[in-house]
């Protein structure tokens, strides 16, 4: 059953921009934080930007000013606007909830989507 989609990537120049999507399933995007992670090749996900139901937003300090976060409730979607590009932010994200951590330090999460490939060349 496939419950998060992630949409959007692909290879742009850096400077450029990206809008990434994910399409959650009602029951996890209805209750939750929401939030975006980012896996740069080889390397573990790291999280960047959350969302809360009321449309709070949160941010790593490497994405702050970059990198604008929504929801919209009603779709069951999140979005995430990706400006001023950098090459480390190549790799994969990844859409779920905000997740805590496993005792082996891994996130704890039931499930993850596909993710979507983006590629920053400079």
């Known amino acids: 059953q496939v419950q998060l989609v992630e949409s959007g990537g692909g290879l742009v120049q850096a400077g450029g921009s990206l809008r990434l999507s994910c399409a959650a399933a009602g029951q996890i995007f209805s209750v939750n934080t929401m939030a975006w992670y980012h896996q740069p090749p080889g390397e573990r996900r790291d999280l960047v930007a959350t969302?809360?139901?009321?449309?709070?937003?949160g941010y790593a300090d490497s994405v702050k000013g970059r990198f604008f976060v929504s929801r919209d409730n009603a779709k069951n979607t999140v979005y995430l606007q990706m400006n001023n590009l950098k090459p480390e932010d190549s790799g994969v994200y990844y859409c779920n909830r905000q997740l805590g951590f496993r005792p082996d330090g891994g996130w704890a999460a039931d499930y993850w989507g596909q993710g979507t490939q983006v590629t920053v060349s400079s």
């Open positions: 969302v809360t139901i009321d449309h709070t937003e």
